[in-house]
């Protein structure tokens, strides 16, 4: 694969995700149309779903369902379409999302590799890679970033760190869509700062990309640390996302 292809194969997905054309992420002018969760659409995504604003740096997708089109069309005739995602702007759409029982639930940054800065990155721990039939004891709360218990079936590769047969690092990527593998990695707390979780982390892009998979990784903007992680395994920016729910997911998230 090429950045190119991986680009591609990204923006193919996103379309899917939210029911517009690939190519439509490309424009230089913000998009707008119907939500509509494709067949092919990553696997963890919840309904219900209002809408979802999605920028690959060149402008805002809206894909939205009817009854908040018309705040969707002013909110992105308001500001530019970077200021979309950030307050103050936010508390705008928020206020005019409230009275029809709606509002902001998830924001997102997405991260791709950059092949020419792709390397394994050395730690001084024992690495080994795992499958999904060696998971079947770490759905516990050490690992619970890396692995998904409510989704055991799309946990299919993992790398770990290990002294003494002790488990103290641990990545591991789950198939979330046809040919994109998501990465997420927990580090025991007394092992921190020792570089392990790029070890472990590099070591399984790799591994992905062995497979002709395109591995991915997400963050909250505001988690410093996993983004310091994301940028020294190879990863850059590629797309942000913020997400409409119903208030009442929102609450239930909060409470």
């Known amino acids: 694969m090429t950045d190119k292809e991986i680009l591609q194969i990204a923006l193919a997905q996103s379309a899917e995700d939210i029911g517009c054309k690939a190519e439509d992420f490309t424009k230089t002018e913000n998009v707008i149309c119907k939500y509509h969760m494709g067949?092919?659409?990553?696997?963890?995504i919840k309904q219900p779903v209002i809408g979802n604003f999605?920028?690959?740096g060149s402008n805002v997708v809206a894909a939205v369902?009817?009854?908040?089109?018309d705040i969707a069309e002013e909110y992105l005739k308001?500001?530019?379409?970077?200021?979309?995602?950030?307050?103050?702007?936010?508390?705008?759409?928020?206020?005019?999302?409230?009275?029809?029982?709606?509002?902001?639930?998830?924001?997102?940054?997405?991260?791709?590799?950059?092949?020419d800065m792709v390397k394994e990155h050395p730690c001084n721990f024992e690495l080994k890679v795992l499958e999904q039939k060696d998971f079947t004891e770490l759905y516990v709360p050490e690992w619970s970033n890396a692995l998904c218990e409510a989704r055991k079936e799309l946990d299919v590769l993992g790398?770990?760190?290990?002294?003494?047969?002790?488990l103290i690092g641990f990545a591991a990527c789950s198939a979330d869509a046809d040919e994109m593998w998501q990465i997420g990695v927990?580090?025991?707390?007394?092992?921190?700062r020792n570089g392990i979780a790029t070890s472990v982390t590099s070591k399984l892009i790799t591994e992905i990309l062995k497979r002709d998979k395109v591995p991915f990784y997400c963050t909250a903007w505001s988690n410093v640390r996993s983004v310091r992680n994301a940028v020294k395994c190879g990863f850059i920016p590629a797309w942000v996302e913020m997400t409409i729910k119903p208030l009442s997911v929102v609450e239930e998230m909060n409470a």
């Open 186 to 192: 927990d580090v025991l707390p007394e092992y921190r």
């Open 39 to 44: 067949e092919h659409a990553r696997k963890y």
């Open 78 to 115: 308001k500001y530019e379409f970077y200021h979309l995602f950030e307050t103050p702007n936010m508390t705008w759409l928020s206020e005019k999302l409230k009275p029809r029982g709606y509002g902001v639930c998830f924001m997102a940054e997405y991260y791709l590799p950059k092949l």
């Open 65 to 69: 369902q009817d009854d908040i089109r």
């Open 54 to 56: 999605v920028s690959y």
């Open 159 to 166: 790398v770990g760190a290990y002294t003494q047969d002790k």
